[in-house]
């Protein structure tokens, strides 16, 4: 770690200690999505040092954090916007309109994937697939809240609401 402590608070350390209990004792490095999910929850993104800080409190290898938290696109490895939009692009959403949706978003807003507003209100990320094809076009707000049919009218009202 740096010289500055990340320091999760003790709120985040307690819901850290609710999804350990989920699993053996000596199986509390399981509860480590859970943990980064939380963290992130708290800091907005997760910078290494934090990934250290749950390494550390799940008695793991930072290495092995490091390599759930690159793995997932859930987790923002970097600061983003307050909104993170996430759309599907995937083959069976591109078929029912994600690649016109992703154009849309991209125009609407003026950045490209992986960008941020210049407002820092919005990041625009391509997702992988949401397990929700039949409903696509789809869009995750935040990794928490699921969108479907989004169709360009749909699309500007969420933005609106969002702004």
Known sequence: MNKEKVMLSAEALRKIDREVAK?????????????LIIAQDEKGWISTET???????????????????????????HPTGKYKLTLCTCLPCGLQGA??????????????????????????????????CAMAPVLLVNN???????????????IEGLK
């Not at 409190?57 to 390599?67: F, H, I």
């Not at 016109?100 to 960008?115: Q, S, V």
């Open 99 to 132: 690649l016109e949706a992703a154009d849309h978003l991209r125009n609407r807003l003026g950045i490209d994937f992986n960008e941020t507003t210049s407002d820092g209100r919005f990041t625009l990320k391509e997702g992988e697939c949401m397990g929700a």
């Open 51 to 77: 990934m250290d800080e749950v390494a550390g409190y799940l008695g793991m290898p930072p290495v092995a954090v490091y390599e759930v938290a690159t793995f997932y696109s859930m987790y923002n490895l």
């Open 144 to 158: 928490k809240k699921m969108h479907d049919y989004m169709s360009k009218e749909k699309l500007d009202q969420l």
């Open 23 to 35: 699993y053996p004792a000596e199986q509390k490095q399981s509860a480590v999505m859970s943990a």
